[in-house]
C-alpha cells in the first residue's frame, strides 16, 4: 500500500511547521509512521549550518552526503537537473511511511489542508485544488466556515488530528 499523502499549505509564519509537529505526534499515538517533505520557498538552499563530518562533505561538493548511526541516517544532496515533486516522495518512500506529509508545493494537487491566520489566506480557497479541509485562527473562523466547502476547524490541533486519522485509516 502506497503511503497517505496530504499537504499542509499555507502562507509563510502561518504555522505550518507547529502544525505538523503536532500532527506527527498524534499520529505516533496511533502508531502510524510519518515523513515530511518541506519545500524551501524561501530562496537559496536551507541552512545546513552544522559543523558535523557530513555537512563538511556536502559544503566541500560532494553530490549526496549520508549518514548513518544507529538507526538514523542524515541526508544531504544536490540533483543535477533539480529535484521534482515525484522524485523526492519516491526518496520519502524507501523509509515506508504510513504517511508522508508535505509542507507547501501549494499548486501541487495533492489533498491538502490550508492555514488560515489573515483574512488575506482566504484567497487560497478559491485558488488551490483538492482543498480537504481548512484550519482556521479566531480573526478567520467565521469566514472561513463561510467561504470553504469542506470541513473547517478552529486552531485546535486534537480535533483535526481525529478527523485526520480517520482520513488515513480509511485510506488503507
Known amino acids: 500500500m502506497r503511503p497517505f499523502l496530504f499537504q499542509i499549505v499555507g502562507y509563510q509564519n502561518r504555522g505550518k511547521t507547529t502544525f505538523i509537529t503536532k500532527l506527527i505526534q498524534e499520529l505516533r499515538i496511533e502508531n502510524l509512521e510519518t515523513a515530511v517533505l518541506k519545500h524551501h520557498g524561501h530562496g537559496g538552499k536551507p541552512d545546513n549550518t552544522g559543523q558535523k563530518d557530513s555537512t563538511k562533505h556536502f559544503q566541500a561538493g560532494a553530490a ?7 538507526g538514523s541516517i542524515e541526508l544531504l544532496g544536490n540533483f543535477k537537473a533539480g529535484a521534482t515533486l515525484p522524485d523526492l516522495l519516491h526518496l520519502l ?3 515506508h511511511p504510513d504517511v508522508i506529509l508535505i509542507e507547501g508545493y501549494k499548486q501541487e494537487d495533492f489533498p491538502k489542508v490550508i492555514l488560515v491566520k489573515e483574512e488575506e489566506d482566504l484567497t487560497l480557497l478559491k485558488q ?6 481548512v484550519m482556521a485562527w479566531p480573526a478567520c473562523l467565521d469566514q472561513a466556515k463561510r467561504l470553504a466547502e469542506v470541513p ?3 486552531l485546535d490541533y486534537e480535533h483535526f488530528a481525529e478527523w485526520f486519522i480517520k482520513q488515513v485509516k480509511t485510506h488503507e
Do not use: K, W
Open 128 to 133: 488551490l485544488t483538492n482543498i480537504q479541509a
Open 152 to 154: 473547517v476547524f478552529p
Open 93 to 95: 518512500e524507501i523509509f
Open 64 to 70: 549526496a552526503s549520508l549518514v548513518e548511526g544507529d
